[in-house]
Antibody, heavy 116, light 108 residues
Framework: EEQLVESGGGLVQPGRSLRLSCVAS????????MHWVRQAPGKGLEWVSG????????GYVDSVKGRFIISRDNARNSLYLQMNSLRLEDTALYYC?????????WGQGTTVIVSS | EIVMTQSPATLSVSPGERVTLSCRAS??????LAWHQQKPGQTPRLLIF???TRATGVPARFSGSGSGTDYTLTISNLQPEDSAVYYC??????????FGQGTRLEIK
């Protein structure tokens, strides 16, 4: 069974940093692009960042450019999101998602709360 | 950035009926269009990819169609468990990936 498990969320003050991790299992991680998608409380889905299978292509939503960094370690079947200079509006449930003709496998998510 | 617009925002339908949800892209996404279902308190689930291909395990009463900028998700013989928010998503040429704002479907 293909599975994604996120970790690293928590309560953090504005301006501080947090690093999210996602461990994949049940598929050949290194063959697929991966993404982070977030959902603020009561809101819709928002793509945050994506990375191609070989890290050759990376993208971010405008609101996190210059603050967030996506990376992956194919040897460890892991995806990361380094979140710096966190803002109140970054509060959300962050999903790790595998891309295969859209987004076919979703993790359960890890919650990030930015609050003073 | 490709903007995805879904309509209607909410829908209330009786069991057994058929419903059509719409998704319009601000430019062609060349059928690189997916539909996701999110039930309350649950993780999103991929229903349809490539505009019309059902994902593994998705019942045949879910069907997708469309091309260019206009796409639809049709759900036939509505069941109580179909109550959810449905999102369209384009993956034609990221970054960025973009989602529609969602259609909330209520089964009366």
């Amino acid at each position: 069974e293909e599975q994604l498990v996120e970790s690293g969320g928590g309560l953090v003050q504005p301006g501080r940093s947090l690093r999210l991790s996602c461990v994949a299992s049940g598929f050949t991680f290194g063959e697929y692009a991966m993404h982070w998608v977030r959902q603020a409380p009561g809101k819709g889905l928002e793509w945050v960042s994506g990375i191609s299978w070989n890290s050759g292509s990376i993208g971010y939503v405008d609101s996190v450019k210059g603050r967030f960094i996506i990376s992956r370690d194919n040897a460890r079947n892991s995806l990361y999101l380094q979140m710096n200079s966190l803002r109140l509006e970054d509060t959300a449930l962050y999903y790790c998602v595998k891309e295969y003709y859209g987004m076919d496998v979703w993790g359960q998510g890890t919650t990030v709360i930015v609050s003073s | 950035e490709i903007v995805m617009t879904q309509s209607p925002a909410t829908l209330s339908v009786s069991p057994g009926e058929r419903v059509t949800l719409s998704c319009r892209a601000s430019e062609s996404v060349s059928r690189n269009l997916a539909w996701h279902q999110q039930k309350p308190g649950q993780t999103p689930r991929l229903l349809i990819f490539a505009a019309s291909t059902r994902a593994t395990g998705v019942p045949a009463r879910f069907s997708g169609s469309g091309s260019g900028t206009d796409y639809t998700l049709t759900i036939s013989n509505l069941q109580p468990e179909d109550s959810a928010v449905y999102y369209c998503q384009q993956y034609n040429n990221w970054p960025p990936v973009t989602f529609g704002q969602g259609t909330r479907l209520e089964i009366k």
